[in-house]
């Protein structure tokens, strides 16, 4: 099995990818309009919530923190996956990850953009939210830099500029084909704006793959940092449950875990609606499923250190938390989590289910589920069952508005994400063409098979 | 002394050598090889490269200055910006936490970096750029391009190397 | 600016504030409550709605647990061998433990909860922004947040109620946290009072509304840094040292005899409440 065939021509890669530009499926418009109620649904929550007050989310005093936080940790988690495919597998030479990059790095973007949104909208005082900015004032007070909020802050404002930066200087190229071949209108005149003059010479080529390559190597430190400091978030308090030295690794694995999970989703969803059949292939969506096992695996394994960790310590109030999880109100949750992050991704050892697509996508689906259990279940249980005696039996389960607001980041995400793809190549025509050339000459040269080579590359 | 400019195109890389070959070898008044071509390709090939010749790239440096100005000033910056202005005591804790003012560091190392990289990406390649005076959309598909700039004696000849090497297409500048 | 100077400056902050620094002074303010002696009454808890314009949020509100009480009186039931549970019950009033070294503090993005150079854990209302992360990480869970903006909400204070509300005292709207604070308002009035003087504030001339209201005088508040405290005498009779996470009396073997303790002190927070255990056999 090839990852792309090797006689595609370069302008039929030209025309299929511009075609998604045009004219999807109808598919497309039934996406964005449900993508669009949803949104509206959270908006209007949240409005309600921003004249009326946080009391409304149904959060109570010992219980501060709900699904915000939580799914929070899940936006911020999918995003990492976007960078593991186009910086750390560019960095690795794996040519597979070529047609499936840019949508998987517009994730991280958008899905950081929501990130952003929870961390805002979960404030007590959203209007005043620029206090936490570090900008010379009048007032002569700075924010308080050992908070570990602060750090997010840095880190996700770094790591979106970065990641935006990153997917657009890769897709200067493409969006120079855009200019050339879009009818005049105001996208042309977009495209001719973005695309900065660029004509592919060899003085551009020469510095735009350096570029490339160190913003790479930037991104990879970077991303691991981000979700690292969304852990110190937890690990930096000293609540049972949350004050573990393994949580910044448990969390960056999660966080490849998921997006993984969401690439696959995505993969799926983009090759119907966008008719990219000949670009985003069975034998890449294998090797992307494979990976999502590998990690599912290490996740599960972090997960078994960690409560063994807790287990065999003497620490009443952490082991106390985790007898909670797995026995108290929380408990269908944590099974559920654990059936859907560790039991669920077993069905992938099979071989005759990893080029199954409705299997896959069923798969992958409840992967995303059980990962976002997995923030929900980090955040919440901590609270109901912490050191202090009055906060335990202290359940609380989310209002409505909460759940809305949630549902409607949802919305906001696949809204940005399909206006996106429908706006830029989602498929990065440059370097499928570098893929399918590299494939011919090898075919040229040694008239060897290709698969043998290609696989090798892969492992 | 008008210069004039020309763009030939070409199926593959091969021939695209080869015209370069060709140009380099072949003495041409008013014809400068160095300066007054460019290739141009669909994809990013290092084999044009290797048969134009190395040429330095200075992206890197942007970089390496970018990430330590980003890192010191950020810490220089924290750091009094928590030593001056309204101190906030925390219990347990210095008013200069070192750990703490670490993680922003690390952070802003790498803000520098990047952006600073990307400035350096902007200069280096001259974008945003002027489109140049012959420009052909068959570059953005499949073909290589190959523009030139000559004065006007030099401009027959280079037509004949190029249909030499079986060009696809020789567009030429209206004169002047 | 000389560079010795700068360097001064730098030795300053970079001490740790402040068990590592000097102690403080001329104030340093604690509490110590004897649970032998408090009956459960709740005469606390209402002289600080009183005097802190704590909102009374009503029955539905309280039953999702948005209840605003800085000062609350937790019941526990000792069931051991009793005919009736309720005999066993104990109490213990619960407020903020003025941290020496608090988890809330370092957390905040804003700082809008610091350190004082009394030896407070202050709460800056209009800095705060309601990231509610103070509250996540305080062990005792002692933190309120307005839920809602109740000044404005129905039937917390009906119109005539308010001339009830104290004057020294905000009220609080919308999306900040707020916590007990050894009633500042109070001890700011006294330390200025006595600055003018020329003098510190002495022993029993300020007092927080909790102690003021307690009927069986189980809570004595004042400065521990002044020898001539019931504060002071207490923690040194009970062997309860401010700046330890573990009391050398603890240490013996056996343990000790003696009634004082902290809560969770060996999470290093260092509380400025020393709680006296109780030895009465039952709560009536």
């Keep these: 099995m090839k990852d792309i065939r090797e006689d595609i021509a370069w302008a039929k890669i030209n025309q299929d990818v511009m075609k998604s530009l045009e004219n999807p499926r109808p598919m497309y418009w039934v996406i964005l309009f449900f993508a669009a109620l949803v949104l509206a649904v959270g908006i209007g929550c949240e409005v309600y919530q921003y004249r009326t007050g946080m009391g409304v989310a149904n959060l109570d005093n010992p219980h501060v923190w709900g699904l915000y936080i939580g799914t929070f940790i899940f936006w911020i988690g999918m995003s990492h996956s976007g960078t593991l495919l186009s910086a750390i597998l560019h960095l690795m030479h794996a040519d597979w990850r070529k047609p499936i990059y840019r949508f998987a790095e517009a994730m991280t973007t958008f899905s950081l953009m929501t990130a952003g949104l929870f961390v805002l909208m979960h404030l007590g005082r959203l209007w005043q939210f620029y206090y936490a900015v570090p900008y010379p004032n009048e007032r002569w007070a700075w924010p308080n830099f050992q908070s570990p909020l602060i750090w997010d802050a840095m880190a996700m404002f770094t790591y979106l500029s970065s990641s935006v930066l990153f997917l657009f200087i890769g897709m200067i190229p493409d969006i120079a084909i855009a200019r050339d071949n879009m009818h005049s209108g105001w996208r042309k005149k977009l495209y001719t704006l973005l695309a900065l003059g660029w004509e592919g010479t060899d003085r551009q080529w020469r510095n735009f793959r350096m570029t490339y390559l160190t913003v790479a190597c930037f991104l990879i430190p970077l991303a691991v940092s981000v979700h690292s400091i969304v852990a110190s978030d937890f690990a930096v308090s000293q609540q049972p449950g949350w004050h573990v030295t393994s949580f910044p690794p448990y969390f960056v694995a999660g966080a490849l875990y998921s997006g993984c999970a969401a690439i696959i989703t995505l993969f799926i969803i983009l090759r119907y609606v966008f008719k990219f059949e000949d670009y985003m292939t069975l034998p890449i969506l294998k090797k992307v499923v494979r990976l999502t096992f590998a990690i599912a695996m290490v996740w599960t394994y972090l997960n078994c250190v960690e409560f063994a960790s807790v287990w065999y310590s003497h620490d009443a109030a952490s082991k106390g938390v985790l007898i909670q999880k797995m026995t108290g109100a929380y408990a269908p949750f944590w099974w559920a989590m654990i059936f859907c992050g560790s039991i669920v991704p077993l069905i992938f050892a099979v071989k005759r289910f990893q080029t199954n697509i409705p299997v896959i996508f069923a798969t992958s689906l409840l992967m995303n589920l059980g990962m976002w259990l997995e923030r929900w279940m980090i955040v919440s249980p901590t609270f109901s069952h912490g050191y202090y005696p009055w906060t335990w039996d202290h359940d609380q389960w989310p209002s409505m508005i909460q759940w809305g607001i949630v549902f409607g980041s949802f919305g906001w995400f696949t809204l940005l994400f399909m206006v996106f793809c429908k706006m830029f190549p989602s498929v990065s025509m440059y370097e499928v063409k570098e893929m399918v050339y590299h494939r011919s000459l090898h075919l040229k040269q040694n008239g060897t098979p290709v698969e043998q080579t290609v696989e090798q590359g892969v492992h | 002394m008008s210069k004039r400019h020309l763009l030939a195109l070409y199926g593959d890389f091969d021939q695209a050598e080869a015209v370069v070959k060709e140009l380099r070898n072949t003495k041409i008044t008013g014809f400068d090889v160095n300066d007054d071509m460019i290739v141009k390709s669909p994809i990013e090939h290092p084999e044009v490269e290797k048969f134009l010749g190395e040429k330095p790239v200075y992206v890197q440096w942007f970089t390496l200055i970018g990430a330590v100005i980003g890192g010191s000033l950020g810490f220089l910056g924290i750091s009094s910006a928590q030593a001056n202005f309204f101190m906030q005591m925390k219990g347990g804790k210095p008013i200069v936490p070192l750990p703490a003012n670490f993680v922003l560091t690390y952070e802003l190392f790498i803000l520098g970096g990047v952006y600073i990289t990307v400035l350096g990406f902007l200069i280096c390649s001259g974008l945003p750029a002027k489109r140049s005076p012959l420009y052909n959309a068959k570059v953005s598909v499949d073909n290589i391009g190959i523009l030139v700039k000559a004065e006007e004696a030099a401009v027959a000849v280079l037509k004949a190397i190029f249909a030499k090497h079986q060009a696809i297409e020789i567009q030429e500048e209206a004169g002047k | ?284």
């Excluded at chain 3, 909860?113 to 996540?136: E, P, V």
């Design chain 3, 1 to 284: 600016m000389s560079v010795t100077n700068l360097l001064d400056n730098w030795a300053e902050v970079r001490h740790f504030h402040p068990i590592d620094d000097k102690p403080h002074d001329p104030y340093k303010w604690a509490m110590s409550i004897d649970l032998d002696a408090c009956i459960g009454c709740n005469a606390c808890a209402v002289a600080c709605y009183a005097e802190n314009n704590l909102p009374v949020v009503g029955r539905e509100k309280f039953q999702h647990g948005q209840v605003m009480h800085w000062m609350r009186i937790e019941r526990y039931w000792n069931e051991d061998d009793r005919e009736f549970p309720d005999q066993g019950a104990e109490f213990l009033p619960m407020m903020c433990q003025q941290c020496e070294a608090a988890p809330c503090e370092t957390v905040c993005p804003v700082g809008a909860t610091n350190h004082t150079q009394d030896g407070l854990n202050s709460q800056i209302y209009n800095r705060c922004i309601g990231s509610r992360y103070c509250s996540a990480n305080c062990p005792y869970k002692v933190r309120y947040f307005n839920w809602y903006d109740y000044p404005t909400t129905d039937n917390v204070w009906p119109a005539e109620m308010n001339y009830q509300l104290n004057p020294d005292v905000t009220v609080r709207g919308k999306g900040v946290m707020e916590k007990c604070t050894f009633c500042v308002q109070r001890l700011r009035a006294a330390e200025v009072t006595a600055k003018g003087e020329g003098r510190i504030v002495r022993e029993g001339e300020v007092q927080t509304a909790c102690q003021q209201s307690c009927p069986t005088n189980a809570i004595s508040f004042g400065n521990l840094v002044d020898p001539e405290s019931r504060v002071y005498k207490q923690w040194k009779a009970q062997q309860v040292d401010l700046a330890k996470d573990e009391q050398e009396k603890d240490k013996q073997e056996g343990g000790s005899d003696l009634r004082g303790y902290r809560i969770l002190e060996d999470l290093r927070t260092y509380p400025s409440v020393m709680y006296l255990e109780r030895v009465r056999e039952s709560a009536v």
